[in-house]
């Protein structure tokens, strides 16, 4: 079993973070209490099963250790870190979003593609270099974030955040086996029967009623431009009953 401490060093001469192989998880404090912890302690257990490292602490010894890490932060981010043999685990306070969040700017990335199936696409790994690379394109072209394509030309999601997109009557996202991360927010709406997998094109967003983004740390952000397709409904239906839902879950 990995072994939980506070002591975030690493001596990177000896550590397999070098190569990128570990995992790491980002959860939502709230109130002094870590939101979803569940969920994110499920993906977790999978991402280490499917890499060879040992298994993280129990979800109720693991909800112990990182309560006194949490207590006192109204709002802010616990980041987990699975490397050699330890959890690392730290809190950090963040402020929260407005009460009604600012929409955001979409557009298609061009410096990186996703492959479908690939390891990088199925859990949060240290070898995070795709996703930094998009957060960058995004600030290069004042956008607040821009969307990977797969190899076949399908979406599939941005740096940081599942893709969600409302066609007709229904709320769509990009499936996991396309290339898409499996998100928190996503897993809770999909259970929930708010939101569907369907194959999407970067064309099918020109004839979208409504997009968001999805992201466990700061819920739905509605996205009111696309770039070089134009303005959206921040406020579709759809998308504000994804976001009630989503904010009953935290509980």
Not at 99 to 113: D, M
Not at 158 to 166: F, P
Request: glycine residues 10%.
């Amino acid at each position: 079993m990995l072994a939980f401490v506070t002591d975030t060093t690493v001596d990177l001469a000896r550590s397999a973070a070098r190569f990128g192989e570990g995992l790491f998880e980002t959860i939502r404090i709230q109130a002094g209490s870590p939101r979803w912890i569940t969920l994110h302690h499920d993906r977790l257990a999978a991402g280490c099963g499917a890499l060879g490292l040992e298994a993280p602490p129990p979800l109720a010894e693991l909800r112990a250790s990182v309560a006194p890490l949490c207590e006192g932060l109204a709002f802010g981010a616990l980041r987990l870190l699975a490397v050699d043999g330890r959890l690392m685990a730290w809190a950090e306070p963040l402020e929260p979003e407005a009460p009604r969040p600012r929409t955001r700017t979409l557009g298609l990335a061009h410096t990186v593609q996703r492959a479908a199936g690939s390891f990088g696409t199925r859990f949060k790994t240290l070898s995070y270099l795709d996703n930094r690379l998009l957060h960058r394109e995004a600030l290069a072209r004042r956008l607040d974030a821009v969307v990977a394509a797969n190899t076949a030309g399908r979406l599939t999601d941005t740096a940081h955040a599942t893709l969600a997109v409302v066609l007709g009557d229904r709320l769509l996202t990009p499936p996991a086996a396309e290339g898409a991360l499996p998100g928190i927010g996503r897993r809770i709406l999909l259970e929930a029967g708010l939101l569907e997998e369907a194959r999407l094109t970067w064309a099918d967003l020109d004839r979208a009623e409504g997009v968001a983004l999805l992201n466990a740390l700061r819920g739905l952000s509605p996205v009111g431009h696309l770039e070089g397709l134009g303005p959206l409904d921040p406020a579709h239906p759809l998308l504000i009953r994804a976001a009630e839902v989503l904010e009953a879950a935290l509980g």
